[in-house]
């Protein structure tokens, strides 16, 4: 794809900077799928090499990792993917100039740059979609307050349904809400899980969307009381969600039965099917 440059009025996403003008490639942010979340433009970069599949290594020595998507681990087990996917990012990445956008100075827990990622120049193929599209990278917004989430999505299931990447492994496959045992057996790594939400409960401190009449062992969404303005300000009534089947993603662990955590409203697809 070749971009016609220009110069735009881009404001800063943090409180308080003044709006500048930048130069940027017009289709840079169409290639983004118009992503409210990463419009700013934050500086170019030039890349090493890439750490694994979802981290590169800057020519400066600091380290960027892309926002709103997660790579295979191999400290998981799974060593030959994770392998694959740092490979696909070397093959796209290595030696190139980056444009990043998203948050100034937003980093992770590791001190890392954090950030939506296309490359500069004439060429603007966005790192995450294309990993994304060929199966190697899921998408992750817990991973980020950046994550581009519809674009990335819709490059995901589509990398599914053509069996793509990790897609062609059973290891990686959507997980069915009721399967306990493949549940339990994922505890501690990222999943994908679908089924029916049976039960809604509620405290004072989270929401939990059961899975199950017996939610000391069945699957549960776990939302923080602090995550559920997010839900309601996207038009998700949590309390409407009985009967309805969802999707959602995240790190798998143990509550009684198998839980994941959500804080991001985008980490809860709503399925155009109900359940009973």
């Known amino acids: ?52 599949g979802a981290t590169l290594r800057l020519a400066d020595g600091r380290e960027l990792r892309l926002a709103g998507v997660v790579a295979a681990n191999a400290l998981d087990g799974d060593a030959a993917a994770a ?44 790192l995450q979609a294309d990993l994304v599209a060929a199966g190697w990278l899921r998408v992750a917004p817990e991973a980020s307050a950046l994550p581009c989430v519809h674009a990335l999505l819709d490059a995901e299931n589509k990398a599914r349904a053509a ?16 399967d306990l045992a493949a549940l339990n057996a994922a505890t501690g790594r990222f999943a994908v899980v679908e089924g029916v939400v049976h039960h809604i409960g509620e405290t004072a401190s989270r929401t939990y969307l059961d899975f199950g009449k017996r939610y000391r062992k069945d699957f549960t ?18 309390k409407s969600l009985r009967g309805q089947r969802v999707r959602v993603r995240g790190v798998l662990f143990s509550s009684g039965g198998p839980a994941i955590e959500i804080r991001q409203p985008a980490s809860l697809e709503l399925l155009k099917d109900r359940g009973t």
């Not at 840079?28 to 170019?44: D, F, N, P, S």
């Not at 969404?221 to 997010?230: K, L, Q, S, Y």
Request: with cysteine; hydrophobic share 50%.
């Open 163 to 178: 069996r793509k990447g990790l897609w062609r492994e059973a290891r990686f496959a959507v997980i069915a809400a009721d």
């Open 221 to 238: 969404i776990v939302i923080p009381r602090a995550a559920r303005r997010g839900f309601a300000a996207v038009g998700i009534d949590l």
């Open 1 to 52: 794809m070749r971009c016609v440059r220009h110069s735009s009025a881009i404001a800063w996403w943090t409180a308080g900077a003044a709006a500048m003008a930048v130069s940027l490639p017009a289709c840079a942010t169409e290639v983004m799928g118009g992503c409210a979340e990463a419009r700013a433009v934050l500086e170019t970069v030039l890349v090493s090499n890439a750490h694994d």
């Open 83 to 126: 392998a694959q996917a740092t490979d696909a990012l070397n093959q796209i990445a290595a030696g190139k100039s980056l444009t990043l956008y998203g948050g100034e100075g937003v980093r992770d827990r590791y001190g890392r740059l954090v950030a939506q990622a296309v490359l500069a120049g004439n060429d603007a193929r966005w």
